[in-house]
């Protein structure tokens, strides 16, 4: 092969200078830094909306759990719906609860908390007439989430110590509270 190929100099610059050697080749330190910032914005970024998107969507599987709970309980009693006798045991011996609220231990569980019992189902004791679900332990998003959901399907809804029908209440109650409970009343 031709030499001239293989030695061949770098181009000049205009003004006839050729460039320096740090120049022509590599990356300097400031472009890593960076490229290395950009980066890691991204996948904090990334990460972010990721748990955004995961607690929304463990949210909506929760809130339809408590859904398809009431809707069994109610297919159950029928026609007669004395729920004086209901508690989460004859809902979770009964087979009453969806598969994903029960534990293979038969704990009581939610997408948010796998290794304790996190909700209660209450009949009321005095008519009769109406039944509670309640879910403790959430954090004040999804407490928020599910109060507000609940307000369109429950006959009330009550976070910790306040019932109210206004959004704006129970998220408050959802912030000031330290387990968050929510408790939705069917009949």
């Known amino acids: 092969m031709n030499n001239a190929i293989h030695n061949r100099q770098p181009s000049p610059r ?10 022509q080749k590599g ?46 309980i ?12 209901l508690d989460e045991d004859v809902v979770t011996n009964g087979g009453i609860a969806p598969d994903s609220m029960v534990s293979s231990t038969g704990r009581r569980i939610t997408p948010f908390h796998t290794s304790s019992d996190t909700w209660l189902v209450t009949g009321d004791t005095s008519t009769g007439e109406e039944f ?21 399907v429950a006959n009330s809804v009550t976070v910790g110590s306040v019932t109210s029908s206004n959004i704006a209440d129970l ?16 009949n």
């Open 74 to 85: 109610r297919a159950i009693y029928g026609s007669s719906p004395d729920y004086s006798g």
């Open 171 to 186: 998220a408050s109650a959802c912030s000031a509270t330290g387990s968050n409970a929510v408790t939705l009343t069917y």
């Open 14 to 23: 205009p003004g006839g200078k050729p460039k320096p050697k740090a120049l």
């Open 27 to 72: 990356v300097t330190l400031f472009e890593l830094l960076l490229v290395l910032f950009v980066a890691a914005f991204i996948a904090v970024a990334v990460a972010t909306i990721y748990n955004r998107v995961n607690t929304t969507y463990k949210e909506n599987v929760l809130f339809n759990d408590i859904q398809q709970l009431a809707a069994n």
């Open 132 to 152: 509670s679900i309640q879910i403790s332990n959430l954090p004040t998003a999804v407490c928020t989430g599910i109060a507000s959901k609940g307000l369109g």
